[in-house]
């Protein structure tokens, strides 16, 4: 049945947050990790690949202050950059996943160099920053209510992985701690946003199938690790057993 009118914000909240259906702490790859049966490879290939999407986000949040004539809306979004960036002299978030690396036995430069990151993890990221880069504003940060299920994630894995995975060294666990307060700021900011916005019913089904693919991306990174840590099936497995794929941003 087609929607006639426009639903009421919280209507669309809820409608919004049933997307958590289809959010990657579901996906099987997660849910090994979640129970302990994770292999150390498949720990440390989801942080490596992960590494990638973290050092994309300020580029993404950047694109949006960009699109955004609201000094307002960009003094409270510019706080997102400076999460993972760091400032002050204070580490942010990229340095607290690097510190994460290091306590699954990755070594910085390795995380650095890119080299870990798959074809179809780097696909999917640069096809989110990209949309930020070519979106109305609005979209692009409402594009970021994943948030909305993020603190769950975090708190699993805070409440399941120093039990399962004894080997990780618990200062790597920063970041993960750092986040629960931070996501639940920019999801209250988000929302917002989302709410005032999607005003018609136009810009609400707009705004759900856009949540579905950012959802669409955090999946998609999880399948291309299972493909390559789980099945054993790397790109170009047919072919040779090296890393071939490119290891470098393009754009």
């Not at 990229?94 to 160099?113: D, K, P, Y």
């Not at 307060?181 to 999801?187: E, F, K, L, S």
Request: proline share 4%.
């Amino acid at each position: 049945m087609t929607q006639q009118h426009p639903l009421s914000p919280a209507e669309f909240e809820a409608a919004l947050r049933a997307k958590g259906a289809y959010y990657h702490i579901h996906h099987p790859y997660h849910i090994a990790m979640h129970n302990g049966e994770a292999t150390r490879e498949q720990i440390q290939g989801w942080v490596a690949n992960r590494f990638y999407y973290q050092t994309s986000i300020p580029i993404k949040d950047a694109a949006i202050m960009a699109n955004c004539p609201q000094p307002d809306v960009r003094r409270k979004w510019v706080q997102r950059i400076l999460d993972h960036d760091g400032y002050g002299g204070g580490e942010g978030g990229i340095e607290a996943w690097l510190r994460l690396g290091e306590a699954v036995g990755l070594q910085r430069e390795t995380l650095l160099s890119e080299e870990l990151v798959l074809p179809g993890v780097r696909f999917a990221v640069d096809a989110y920053v990209n949309f930020a880069r070519r979106a109305c504003w609005q979209e692009a940060a409402c594009s970021s209510l994943t948030e909305l299920f993020a603190p769950q994630i975090h708190q699993a894995r805070l409440d399941t992985w120093p039990q399962h995975y004894q080997w990780i060294e618990a200062e790597g666990y920063d970041y993960f701690r750092s986040r629960l307060g931070q996501a639940n700021r920019d999801v209250e900011h988000g929302l917002a946003l989302a709410l005032e916005y999607c005003d018609s019913v136009e810009k609400q089904q707009r705004m759900l199938e856009i949540l579905q693919f950012k959802l669409d991306i955090l999946w998609s990174m999880l399948d291309a690790m299972t493909m390559a840590y789980t099945l054993n099936r790397a790109p170009y497995h047919t072919v040779t057993d090296a890393r071939a794929w490119h290891t470098q941003r393009l754009v």
